[in-house]
């Protein structure tokens, strides 16, 4: 196998199920890949949106197997590199796995976020929090499974949030929060 394999997926298409043998890592260059894992009650929930630029499977580095579905949101191409010359980069260059090692902090710092998120109550409160920290990424129900939210709620509090002035809809599915100093809230 090559240490660096280009895939390209279309809108749907897997580029690892749960439970398959681990072969790699990857990046984004273009699209957006949900990682979800079904729980053992059939729920699926999403745990990563991957935008271009980000890595995943990083636990598959020391995994036989993969712990969730990697689904393509859209048309995406990705980079694949081969678990064997990770762990051999991992131990012969010292940059390589500080690089590694700080990215792997920063996955740690917003899983916290995330757990931080989930402590939230109020979904209106937890939506609003999570819009600000940029969470919504993807669709609303991915952000909605990823925020712990059913996306019927998660559309509520969306709604609300934007009678109220707090959040602002800049697209489909797409919001921002209220710039400061906007005096068209209460």
């Known amino acids: 196998m090559n240490s660096l ?26 699209g957006n890949v949900c990682l979800t894992r079904v729980t053992e009650s059939g729920n699926a929930v999403t745990i990563h949106n991957a935008q271009p630029g980000d890595m995943f499977a990083e636990a598959s580095i020391y995994s036989d197997h993969y712990h969730c579905d990697a689904i393509c949101s859209c048309s995406s191409e990705v980079v694949r590199v081969s678990k064997r010359a990770i762990l051999l980069r991992l131990e012969d260059d010292s940059a390589f796995s500080e690089g590694i090692t700080k990215r792997l902090a920063m996955q740690v710092q917003d899983y916290r976020q995330l757990l931080t998120l989930h402590a939230v109550k109020s979904a209106n409160e937890r939506v609003l929090l999570a819009v600000a920290l940029g969470k919504l990424t993807g669709s609303v129900t991915q952000f909605a499974s990823q925020i712990g939210l059913t996306k019927e709620a998660c559309y509520r509090a969306l709604k609300d949030l934007s009678e109220q002035g707090l959040l602002v809809k800049t697209g489909r599915g797409s919001y921002a929060p209220t710039p400061r100093g906007n005096d068209s809230h209460p």
């Open 5 to 30: 394999s280009n895939l390209c997926y279309a809108q749907g298409g897997h580029v690892f199920r749960q439970g398959d043998p681990t072969n790699g890592i990857f990046f984004i260059k273009s």
